[in-house]
């Protein structure tokens, strides 16, 4: 069976400072079989990874090392570790990704997406991912009551497409 993609963003090289340097959407609680997928994503950014800094809560058990690409890699969970995010450290750099939870709703996740990747510096990438969710299940609401009033016959039905003939005059 093909791997999918990784739902993965990197934020360029000189782009908007902010809270996070990218974001990742996995489709898994799977931290070991998703980071197989992303580490090809992540290897010009981060020099030989060589640790992967994890919430516990976010992921499903995890063995404390895993190879990738012939590497060792430690996988270091923590309960002190911001929500919803994974820190992603080489030998040189360390890279934070705000972490959309696996099962989140498309629109949600594409909004948590679009808030962390346009520079929200002081929002933790568990605010952004609460803030998508709360807007999206608003937008959701309003367009429900918009169908209802319609359906009650709120908006008058919209004009006819046909001309209008003008009246004929007779002398």
Not at 1 to 22: T, W, Y
Not at 86 to 112: D, H, M
Not at 145 to 163: F, I, K, N, Y
Request: charged letters at 25%; a negative charge; aromatic letters at 6%.
């Amino acid at each position: 069976m093909p791997l999918e993609s990784a739902r993965f963003e990197l934020k360029p090289l000189g782009s908007i400072v902010g809270a996070v340097d990218g974001v990742w959407w996995p489709r898994s609680r799977n931290l070991r079989d998703e980071l197989l997928q992303v580490y090809p994503l992540l290897r010009d950014r981060v020099c030989h990874l060589e640790r992967v800094c994890y919430r516990y809560s976010n992921w499903d058990s995890v063995p404390r090392k895993v190879s990738i690409d012939g590497d060792i890699v430690r996988l270091d969970g923590y309960t002190t570790q911001e929500l919803d995010t994974v820190r992603f450290v080489g030998i040189r750099t360390s890279l934070v990704f705000a972490l959309i939870p696996p099962g989140t709703e498309p629109e949600v996740a594409e909004l948590a997406s679009m808030l962390a990747m346009t520079g929200a510096v002081t929002q933790s990438a568990h605010a952004l991912n609460e803030e998508a969710a709360d807007t999206t299940a608003r937008i959701h609401q309003r367009q429900v009551a918009e169908r209802v009033w319609d359906d009650e016959g709120g908006h008058a039905p919209p004009p006819s497409r046909t001309a209008m003939r003008p009246a004929e005059v007779t002398p």
